[in-house]
C-alpha cells in the first residue's frame, strides 16, 4: 500500500484519485464537523458548494449548514462549529453543508474509489477504515484558500502513524507523507496548544470561535467514519 | 520579519519574492554543489538552463557543470556531485551549472531583492546571513519534478530553527514553516540516515551516488553563502 499526501485544495489533480481511497482533511473545520455530525446521528451529510445550491437541495426536514468568512451563513440553521451538531441538534436529519475548503476538496476528490472524512475526532477509525479498504490512500489536506494548513497536516501525520501501525512496514510513504509524519511526532504531546498557534487556530480565536479549535484537538473522540456514497456522506 | 516557505519549484509564484531574502535549498544536489564549488575557491558559479545555453556561455578557462537524469552531461567536465568540485578541481574558475530542478529555481526566484543558495552543509552561515539582510524571508525548497522533496523540506525546518535562535521571537512562520520546522526537529538525530531513506536519496544510491548522499547530510561543514549577484552565484 502506498500513501500520498496531497497538501492544499489547489494542488489537487484528478488524475491522483482514480483507483485510491482519499480521505479529506479540513480539521478547522469541515470535516471535523461532518464527523460530529454523523456521530451525533445526523442521516447523512451532502456537501455542497454554493449556498444557492444548499438551498434549491433543501427539503422538508433538512438541515442547512455551513459558514462563510467563518460565520454561519444568514438564513442556515447551523454554523461551521461542530459544537453546533451537539446535542441531539441534528439526530435523523440530512444537513447541506457548504464551506469555503472542506466541501469543496470533498467535490475535487470525487473521483476516488472512496472518499472518507478525516479529523482528529476520528484519526483511529479513519485509519482503520482506510487501511481495510485495500486501495493506496490519498491523505487530501484540504487547506485554507489553496494554501497548507498547519492542522491539517498535522492531522495527516497523525493518519499516517495510525496507518503504519496497522499496516506495518510495507506501506511505502511519499515524501511529503513522511514530512507530516515526523512533524506530528515532534507536536503529539501539545497538540491543543499547536492549533491554537496555527493561523487558522488564530483566526477563529479572534472571531470567537476558541471553543471549536479546543473541541477539534481532540484524538479519537469518535468513532464515526464519514465515507461519500453517491452525493452524501453517510456512516461506514 | 516573517518566514515562508514554498514547497515546491512549480508552487511558486513570481510575486512571492518582490522585497524577499529567498533562500534556494536544492539539497540533492544544486545548492549542496553550489555552496561546495564556492568554498572550494570557484570565482562565481553560474546557473544556466539549458546544456546549449551552457555551451554558448562558456569561455576559455570556465568550468562545465551538470547533471541530466542525475548523470554528468557528455562532454561536461563535472557532473552535480559536490565531492566533483573538491581537491581544487574549481579553485580560481567560473563554473557554468545546469540542473533538473535547482537552477530553475534560482531562475525563478530572481525577482527577489536577495537570493542565498542554501543548504545543510551552509545552515548556520546562511541563516546568520539572511538575518543579516533584514527582509522577509521565503524558503524556497526547490523539489524534484515539481513535487515535495523530503531534503529540502528537512533543511527549511533547520534553517528556520537556526532563525529563530538568531532572531529570537518577532519572527512570524508560516503554517508550513511550522510544520517543516517540526519534521527537521524529529529527524534531527538522524539525518544522514533519514536522506538516504528518502525518494532522492533511494534514487542517488541506486544510481550511484550514495557517497553525494552522505556527503550532502553533513550540517555546518561550511561558511560559505552563495549570493546571486547579476547572473552569478558568489560568495557574500
Known amino acids: ?41 445526523a442521516s447523512g451529510v451532502l456537501p455542497v458548494e454554493t449556498v444557492m445550491e444548499a438551498k434549491t437541495l433543501h427539503r422538508q426536514g433538512d438541515l442547512l449548514g455551513g459558514e462563510r468568512f467563518c460565520r454561519k451563513i444568514a438564513g442556515f440553521d447551523l454554523g461551521n462549529s461542530p459544537c453546533d451538531y451537539q446535542s441531539g441538534a441534528v439526530y435523523g436529519r440530512r444537513v447541506l453543508l457548504t464551506t469555503t475548503n472542506g466541501t469543496r476538496a470533498i467535490h475535487k476528490a470525487g473521483r476516488s474509489d472512496h472518499v472518507l472524512a478525516g479529523s482528529l475526532l476520528n484519526a483511529e477509525a479513519c485509519a482503520a477504515a482506510a487501511a481495510l479498504l485495500r486501495r493506496d490512500i490519498v491523505m487530501f489536506c484540504a487547506g485554507t484558500h489553496d494554501e497548507f494548513a498547519f492542522e491539517d497536516g498535522l492531522c495527516a501525520g497523525l493518519l499516517i502513524d495510525r496507518l503504519l501501525r496497522i499496516t506495518g512496514e510495507e506501506t511505502e510513504t511519499d515524501d511529503l507523507g513522511l514530512a507530516m509524519l515526523g512533524f506530528y511526532r515532534s507536536n503529539a504531546d501539545s497538540i491543543p496548544e499547536a492549533l491554537l498557534r496555527s493561523a487558522s487556530g488564530r483566526r477563529l480565536t479572534k472571531l470567537g470561535y476558541a471553543q471549536d479549535v479546543t473541541f477539534c484537538s481532540q484524538i479519537d473522540l469518535f468513532d464515526a467514519v464519514p465515507r461519500l456514497s453517491g452525493d452524501t456522506m453517510t456512516i461506514v
Open 1 to 41: 500500500m502506498r500513501i500520498q499526501v496531497i497538501p492544499n485544495t489547489g494542488e489537487a489533480r484528478t488524475d491522483q484519485f482514480l483507483h485510491k481511497t482519499t480521505v479529506v482533511i479540513d480539521v478547522l473545520r469541515a470535516t471535523s464537523t461532518i464527523v460530529t455530525a454523523l456521530a451525533e446521528g
